[in-house]
């Protein structure tokens, strides 16, 4: 009987300390080259157990202080945000730098700005961070509970016209551009002197990209073979391993290329849509990315609908 309850007991503490690790989720800063930083979030979805920061972020050292590329999705994530920059250097956060206006791009601004920070993004970003923020914020509140507590949505203060803006901002140089592809507002960050692009969620490794209600096959593939001509060294994606070109090639450029030629084609054909997408289910150089099952198939439905009405 003793050893029973010593086994529960045990069971109940171990649980307990399961759900506590699951909470304390923290993100590391991952060396990408000299000062610059990348912070790889989880492949799964939003959770309270990784409080919504299920994506990538980085950090860029400079002499004058730190530039921050997205905050996070809620004032907790990026309190955690600051505390894995804090592991890599003192310096204080300067500027936030959000490159889309899905919640985990931004909502931790208002936490940075307190601390000083300038919120910098491109107009049509910043714009779409308005326009969706009561609708994240409702959903997030639903997902993470009290641990949305603190959070204010804050679109960025500092914005930039047109679709592309370069800035220097203590001493480095980056490179801001629209690509409006997996969600309205997405952008990219190149650093040029560094080789490194910080492509936002034009960018997927290590999982299948989704095509969302509001993304854009057509955009994401025009976009991605203008961040291919750039010939970056190093790639922080939107999600996965901090990469090369050739692997972001093979996992989402050929992929785009493949929604765009061949299930676009098929849309522009007239081809029946569940033809089309019976006719390409399985595809083996894809099926081994994470939410492959889960996606793939509304991928093309979603693809075929937007060339079907061009």
Not at 43 to 58: C, I, V, W
Not at 62 to 79: K, M, N
Not at 119 to 145: D, F
Not at 154 to 164: H, I, K, R, V
Request: one cysteine or more; aromatic letters at 8%; hydrophobic letters at 40%.
């Amino acid at each position: 009987m003793l050893k029973r309850h010593v086994l529960s007991l045990t069971v109940a503490v171990f649980g307990l300390f399961a759900l506590t690790a699951r909470a304390d989720y923290q993100p590391e800063a991952e060396r990408v080259t000299d000062n610059v930083y990348a912070l790889v979030g989880p492949l799964g979805q939003r959770s309270a157990d990784n409080d919504g920061l299920n994506a990538n972020f980085g950090f860029i050292v400079t002499p004058r202080g730190v530039i921050l590329i997205d905050s996070g999705a809620s004032r907790l994530g990026a309190e955690k945000i600051a505390a894995a920059i804090g592991k890599v250097t003192g310096k204080p956060v300067r500027w936030v730098i959000n490159t889309g206006s899905q919640d985990h791009r931004w909502l931790g601004n208002d936490f940075f700005a307190g601390k000083g920070a300038e919120v910098i993004a491109l107009a049509h970003t910043a714009a779409t961070q308005a326009e969706y923020a009561a609708q994240h914020m409702e959903g997030l509140k639903r997902l993470l509970g009290e641990r949305m507590q603190g959070t204010q949505p804050l679109p960025a203060s500092q914005t930039l016209g047109g679709d592309s803006a370069t800035l220097e901002l203590g001493g480095e140089t980056l490179t801001l551009t629209y690509t409006d592809a997996h969600f309205p507002g997405d952008a990219w960050v190149w650093l040029p002197k560094r080789g490194v692009m910080f492509s936002g969620d034009l960018v997927f490794v290590d999982r299948l990209l989704g095509v969302l209600p509001g993304s854009s096959v057509k955009n994401g593939q025009k976009a991605f073979h203008a961040m291919a001509a750039l010939k970056p060294a190093h790639i922080v994606p939107g999600h996965g391993r901090v990469c090369d070109l050739a692997q972001a090639q093979h996992e989402t450029g050929d992929y785009y290329d493949f929604l765009a030629g061949k299930v676009g084609a098929a849309a522009k054909d007239m081809e029946p849509m569940e033809a089309t997408l019976d006719r390409y289910a399985d595809l083996p150089e894809f099926r081994h990315l994470e939410n492959y099952g889960d996606l793939h198939r509304a991928n093309m439905n979603r693809a075929f609908t937007e060339f079907e009405s061009q």
